[in-house]
């Protein structure tokens, strides 16, 4: 039977590549400064690790004013033992949350070690990808309004959601533009650790993942993200040939 070195890969990253993006008219934004959303991950029933989102104190990135958001994901127990990760991710957008600015991920998963940094131009519309201080050759040509896969995660929660909507938008790692494309299904309650929630189902396209997505016929995945106005992120789940990765909100804090 296949273990986590297949599917621990992409899944860690569901949260970091699944939600659009918007231009917002306001900065009044449902989420404070502070606040702190912890998950717990697990592979069919087994717990294999952690992932903490964080909107830092909002702060100055070359003397613009920015929005700062961290992401960190590790593993523990025996899944560390087969397919160990230690993740971050830090996001700097301007305070509209429209344009990343400066995006850095150090990546250590399994055999699997980067450390990324990717400097959005966007008066010359290019984004500036290297690895370990290796640029890209090129740079890619971007477009105004154009975010990381991690920052999307707050642009989706400050866009009003409704049954129906189908939204294709992009973002970008550094190294290409994907294409996100995603459904709102419909409105349940669920419970997670952190309580019970009134939530609208997301389903996203998997057509554009890598990975284990691309070597399963019927790969899916379902988000579910809290219908009262924070669009918390509740439940992610994936269905892919070697088994199910759920992570799930475990705390709110501050």
Known sequence: EAYPADIMKP???IFLFLFPSSLLLSQDF????????????RWNFIRVGTAVLLRNTDTIFEEKPCLHFTMTART????DKIFKVRDRIDSYTDTRLYNTL????R???GKTNRDIVVHFDHEKQLAHYSNHGKPNKEPLKIRAGILDPFSIVYALRSRKLEIGDHLNLPATDGKKIIDVKVRVLKRETIEVPAGKFRALVLAPSTKDLRGVFEKTKNSKIEIWVSDNGRYYPLRVKSKVIVGSFIGELEKIGK
Do not use: D, M, S, V
Request: glycine share 8%; hydrophobic share 25%.
């Open 76 to 79: 523990y127990g025996i899944a």
């Open 30 to 41: 449902p989420f404070p400064e502070g606040e702190r959303l912890e998950y717990h991950l």
């Open 107 to 109: 990546q250590l998963e």
């Open 102 to 105: 400066h995006y850095k991920q």
């Open 11 to 13: 899944t860690l990253r």
